[in-house]
């Protein structure tokens, strides 16, 4: 209970909503929501067809991606990233996911991690985005929101929260955002 009351601090500090979901299978979930100024499509399609340009965008975090299987953008296609959380550590970390599914109409993409250094703590590690207007009557004045679902399986029960990477989705995805309006 402790390291649950701990991460719903860290959320709230980072200014996440957050959905804490516990039981037997240790499934935990977040939900962060953010606005952004840029275009709902703009940053939609940065995400669905142009993830390899954050090692340009962000190299301070994102080290290298490759396509491992596919084209990188369609459904079952797999990336291998390296990356590094600076205020974590500087050990640069490896992640494969995979395209799991996109749903164009909804500017929805769900990517799940398949191996790497975070599945050492979990079991599963998914992520999905939605992107839509904060205003639908108003679409071009009214800002974006960006929904993010991280629903993760621990290992055991004493495995650490992912605060350091949450919180590097959410800092990414917001700073993406104002990078866009450049």
């Not at 993409?109 to 998914?126: A, E, M, Q, R």
């Not at 108003?138 to 629903?151: D, F, T």
Request: charged share 25%.
């Amino acid at each position: 209970m402790a390291k649950v009351i701990s991460m719903v601090r860290t959320f709230l500090r980072l200014g996440l909503l957050v959905l804490v979901l516990t039981g037997k299978t240790q499934i935990v979930g977040a939900q962060i929501e953010t606005e952004v100024k840029c275009s709902a499509d703009k940053l939609y399609n940065m995400f669905r067809h142009n993830m390899m340009q954050l090692t340009t965008i962000f190299p301070n975090y994102f080290k290298s991606v490759k396509i491992v299987k596919g084209d990188g953008k369609s459904l079952g296609s797999i990336r291998q990233w390296q990356y590094v959380i600076p205020e974590a550590s500087s050990k640069v970390m490896e992640l494969k996911e995979t395209i799991k599914s996109v749903d164009e109409e909804n500017r929805s993409i769900t990517v799940s991690v398949l191996g790497g250094d975070l599945l050492t703590h979990y079991k599963s590690f998914d992520v999905t985005m939605a992107v839509t207007p904060k205003d639908i009557d108003n679409i071009e004045e009214s800002g974006r929101k960006v929904k993010l679902w991280i629903q993760f399986e621990k290992r055991t029960a004493d495995a650490h929260s992912p605060d350091a990477h949450i919180g590097l989705i959410a800092h990414v995805t917001k700073e993406l955002g104002n990078y866009l309006l450049q």
